[in-house]
């Protein structure tokens, strides 16, 4: 059975680093052809995709976001990572990460989201 | 980046009855190796997206199969048979062709 769930600080100020985590189990990053991708959601709006990385540690950047995202991975504890360096009231949203892989190249399963309040 | 477009942003349906949902892609997603990078996704009220269908047709696993998808290249359709009060929500169609990923706006289904 595949399970994600994310984790946040909830709320930040404007100016931090928003640091994300998903926790996952199921399947392995470490396993051929599968991969982990972040996408958030502000409230009320649709949804934009953020980042994804794979079992070969190759990571993809949305390019309106490229110099503020980093993901990252830790195969042993089945989790992943995003950050988001220098936030605004613009950051402001559910964060979801979701599973994909090179022979299911869609997202198939889903976290329930983080919410992410970025306020002064 | 792949811009997707949906029509209508929202549509309000009897239950029982039909509704159907266009997407538009402003570039082909048929890839070189004979794949359609075309996904559907139901989002239901306070829920995460839920994957309904990939590759244009093909029925996620435990989807009804009161859902069904067409199309090709840049047009494509998500047909909702006999809805029922579960469908109510946002539909999204997506690319996974290349990154940026892009999303439709999303299209609010209601019942009347």
């Known amino acids: 059975q595949v399970t994600l769930k994310e984790s946040g600080p909830g709320i930040l100020q404007p100016s931090q680093t928003l640091s994300l985590t998903c926790t996952f189990s199921?399947?392995?990053?470490?396993?051929?052809?599968?991969?982990v991708g972040w996408i958030r959601q502000p409230s009320g709006k649709g949804l934009e995709w953020l980042a994804n990385?794979?079992?070969?540690?190759?990571?993809y950047y949305n390019p309106s976001l490229k110099n503020r995202l980093t993901i990252s991975k830790d195969t042993s504890n089945n989790q992943a990572f995003l950050k988001i360096t220098n936030v605004d009231t613009a950051d402001t949203a559910t964060y979801y990460c979701?599973?994909?892989?090179?022979?299911?190249?869609?997202?198939?399963?889903w976290g329930q989201g983080v919410m992410v309040t970025v306020s002064s | 980046d792949i811009m997707m477009t949906q029509s209508p942003l929202s549509v309000a349906v009897t239950p029982g009855e039909s509704a159907s949902i266009s997407c538009r892609s402003s570039?082909?997603?048929?890839?070189?190796?004979?794949?359609?990078?075309l996904s559907w996704y139901l989002q239901r009220p306070e829920k995460s997206p839920q994957l309904l269908i990939y590759q244009i047709s093909n029925l996620a696993s435990g989807v009804s199969d009161r859902f069904s998808g067409s199309g090709s290249g840049t047009d494509f359709t998500l047909k909702i048979s006999k809805v029922e009060t579960e469908d109510v929500g946002i539909y999204y169609c997506?690319?996974?062709?290349?990154?940026?990923?892009?999303f439709g706006a999303g299209t609010k289904l209601e019942l009347k």
């Open positions: 990385i794979w079992w070969d540690d190759d990571k």
């Open positions: 570039k082909s997603l048929l890839h070189s190796n004979g794949i359609t990078y």
């Open positions: 199921g399947f392995s990053l470490s396993t051929y052809g599968m991969g």
């Open positions: 979701a599973r994909i892989g090179i022979r299911v190249p869609y997202f198939d399963y």
């Open positions: 997506v690319q996974f062709l290349e990154v940026p990923y892009t």
